[in-house]
């Protein structure tokens, strides 16, 4: 297994395990209360989207210095998933400057 695709193995591994955990725990292995295969599909999204903005994060110059990635291994570990098509705008999307607005709540 090469470089690239070793996070996938362990990330699937992963959510399995914790799939196993809820549904044994959470849901009182009730057949009935499985996961489908919707919660799981959301649930591999949402983890290959944070690894992707990590990994995107990891390659700032300004926050790592010579310690950031390259781009170039970035873009290969990333190479044909549709969810980082377009990892320009990703980029752009992660770094871009604003400010965070609440909603008028107390914090927590």
Known sequence: MNKENSWKV?????????????????????????????????QWRTAINRRLRIGWALTSKVA????????????????GLTMADNLRALREDIFAEGVLVGTGGTAC
């Open 10 to 42: 362990s990330e699937s591994a992963y959510l399995a395990w914790l799939d196993r955990c809820e549904w044994r725990i959470g849901r009182e292995q009730n057949p009935l209360r499985i996961h489908t295969k919707r919660e799981i599909t959301a």
């Open 64 to 79: 790592f210095g010579k310690k950031a990635l390259r781009q170039a291994e970035v873009r290969r570990t990333w190479k």
